[in-house]
């Protein structure tokens, strides 16, 4: 029999599938958060038009995530949501009255009001906690042998509640981009500056994480900080500042419309790079290495057949429906 | 009081599932119904099928976000309240959690945009093809959940070492001995669940005189349908049952609350079945029929709780009634059905104001029916997650406080008292509306040059 292995190919899905939900939920969470500061009922239907017909194509990649993780690191699953029990709680409740929004905003006029707070809102709440889930995440838990052994309530740190605030900004960012991509004129103005709070947010986040996460854990100092290791991801943090100027001048410049969005999706690449290199081996930080969490090797080739096959046509009809709701988002289309 | 972090996981987990399954139980069967709309549609070209199937679809999508929404709170609740069950049987479980979400999650996700949004962006066939991958996507569904669900009823394929499931058949997993059944059982629940909704509500429009002309094609069409799978759904039920009693005999005395193992079984109608005393108070039962009906022969013998240690059974009072409320509530769909079969060769289906009156009462049954069935066989199982081989008590998360739980319990119980409350009362008022005549208005292919309104709602 040959023994070949699985994990690290497991490892790159999983990655790759919690990086799409990042990014796809996060620009929809992001225009959410936005829609708080949409001035007219017209400009709020723009903006949950945008995303009404891709908003549950992105939330999937959430499920998948959360699955990929029990399917090939279930000892990984096992202690990290109990350990982030409030949280998850607060992020599912905000997406469930985020969720229903776009239905009920557009049948319920009475309660208009109501359910675009809920959207709004549960934008926010929802992307807080996930920020919070991050923090918590990175500095690590407490175990005893299979089981998490701490408080639900352990995960509520400075840091945790700092990078959820990061990535309200952050999400922020990506949805002003997809709006300059998929509006014009004055809304996609509205877009440029809350584009540009977000930016200067998100810099600001991404520098004091960069800077604390070291200080939490001496393992990441040593990786980040020491030679030869500085020179070799040395690129990370260069092609950061890169796209960070390309992403000021692309938001600066009117005939730009694809540019900040592009940027901002670089920008949260490299970010969540930048994470899995600090931790890497380790799947549950202090504990547990990917290989030791992972699920038996016949439970990873049996979900990997089926996967390598279907992820692919998952991408394709994905860009189909993208596709076919492209260019500028219209008042006429969707929800009226 | 103390608060066990084990019962309220349990009660939590029981909350959250019993208002996610109405969902797949109405889309389920709404997605198969429109898509077989679309394709009528497709083949004649004529418009009055589209209208319907339009109509339809926008209850469609107020029910799929709402299952969407809830359903993401599923697999999170095996992480956060069920951490050792989900550390011992993910090698087992998760593939079929996983290829839930990626056959059949972005497959309706994917393709639904195109039907809500996309009537009038695609051509007829993509719009055609797009329904009906959206209705496969829910019995992917509806297969992967079911064969999680029956691999933790009925065992097997697998071996254990230090706590830990390991597979050694994956052939044995999937087709566990209880998950035929149980897939054809519940896929029929579905179908009939929404067959009834579609009834009450063309009998609700017939009865205003609203959309007159597709209320009597829904009524119509849906009947036939219904009058082949009412009686196709007591028979499946029936197989389920002598399969619970072959692989399951503990869980069908506690439905039966039968104590003693004997031939010649009677059917115990009505009682109230006394755990601690091991026996039923103000019972009623017809003799005989007890093995006849669970074991097709007058002479066989149906098994007794006593054969099983105390810890090992569950708590009969809730399967005993929650089994006698869904049959009961499949006789009287029989019924109905009958009625309408009769009615309809007398030709007065359409004006019987008894009748379609019945019909709007009924919308509501098959729900109740899935429900019922769903705790028949979730209580059934107890003391077990893994029946025989993993308790539930052994299966939930050793971090969590009472409180903890407590507090989650609470917010879930008050935010879906929100959200479900609402979502019927917006279905309802999409039903109130009637059929709409503009929703007949494809395009012939590719996008249109003038803008059009995709999918008309009254409000705005």
Known sequence: MIIFDFVPMWALILGLAVFFYVLLDGFDLGVGILYNFATTSADRNLLMNSIAPIWDGNETWLVLGGLGLLAAFPLAFAIILPAVYFPILVMLLALIFRGVAFEFRFRDAELRTFWDHAFGYGSVIATFAQGIVLGAFIQGFQVDGRHFSGSSFDCFTAFSLFTGLALVFGYGLLGSGWLILKTEGALQDQARRHARICFHGTLAAVGIVSLWTPFLDHDIEQRWFSWPDIGILAPVPSLTALFAVLEWRAIANPKAEFGPFLYAVLLFSLSYLGIAISLFPMIVPHHYSLWQAASSPDTQIFLGVGTLFLLPVILVYTGWSYWVFRGKVRADIGYH | ?460
């Open chain 2, 1 to 460: 009081m103390t608060l066990d972090p084990l019962v309220l996981s349990r009660l939590q987990f029981a909350w959250v599932i019993a208002w996610h399954i109405l969902l797949p139980a109405l889309t389920v069967g709404l997605a198969s119904y429109i898509a077989l709309l679309e394709g009528i549609w497709f083949a004649t070209g004529n418009e009055i099928w589209f209208r319907i199937s339009g109509f339809w679809t926008r209850i469609f999508a107020v029910g799929f976000g709402m299952g969407v929404v809830s359903g993401v709170v599923m697999p999170f609740q095996f992480g956060t309240n069920w951490s050792r069950f989900s550390d011992a049987t993910a090698n087992i479980i998760s593939p079929m959690l996983a290829y839930e979400g990626i056959m059949a999650f972005t497959l309706e996700a994917g393709f639904l945009g195109v039907m809500l949004f996309g009537r009038h962006l695609v051509p007829r066939w993509a719009h055609f093809s797009s329904a009906v991958l959206v209705a496969l996507g829910t019995l992917f569904s509806t297969f992967w959940i079911l064969v999680t669900n029956s691999w933790m009823q009925t065992p097997g394929g697998y071996r254990l070492v230090n706590g830990i499931f390991y597979p050694t058949s994956w052939r044995e997993i999937l087709f566990s001995a209880s998950f035929p059944y149980r897939f054809m059982h519940t896929v029929a629940g579905f179908y009939v669940t929404t067959g009834f909704v579609v009834l009450g509500v063309a009998a609700s429009l017939l009865w205003k005189g609203k959309s007159r002309e597709e209320s009597r094609l829904m009524l119509s069409m849906t009947l036939w349908l219904l009058t082949a799978l009412v009686p196709l759904q007591i028979f499946l039920g029936d197989l389920q049952g002598l399969n619970t009693l072959h692989h399951q005999p503990a869980k069908l005395a506690a439905i039966e609350a039968h104590w003693n193992r004997e031939a010649r079984a009677p059917l115990t109608l009505f009682a109230i079945p006394d755990q601690q005393a091991e026996t039923n108070r103000d019972a009623i039962e017809v003799p005989l029929l007890g093995s006849l009906i669970l074991t097709h022969d007058v002479d066989g013998v149906v098994p007794g709780l006593k054969d099983y240690p105390r810890q090992d059974r569950a708590p009969v009072i809730i399967p005993f009634f929650a089994f006698r409320i869904m049959v009961g509530v499949g006789l009287l769909m029989l019924a109905l059905v009958a009625a309408g079969l009769w009615l309809r060769w007398r030709r007065k289906l359409y004006n019987t104001g008894w009748f379609l009156e019945a019909l709007k009462w009924a919308t509501p049954l098959g729900f109740v029916a899935v429900v019922a069935g769903w705790t028949t066989t979730e209580v059934g199982r107890q003391p077990w997650t893994v029946y025989g081989v993993m308790r539930t008590a052994q299966s939930v998360t050793p971090s969590l406080t009472g409180s903890d739980v407590l507090i989650s319990l609470l917010c879930y119980v008050t935010v879906y008292c929100v959200m479900f409350p609402a979502g019927l009362w917006l279905a309802l008022r999409i039903v109130r509306g009637g059929v709409l005549p503009e929703e007949a208005t494809p395009v012939e292919a590719g996008r249109p040059a003038a803008p059009v309104k995709p999918v008309p709602g009254e409000a705005a």
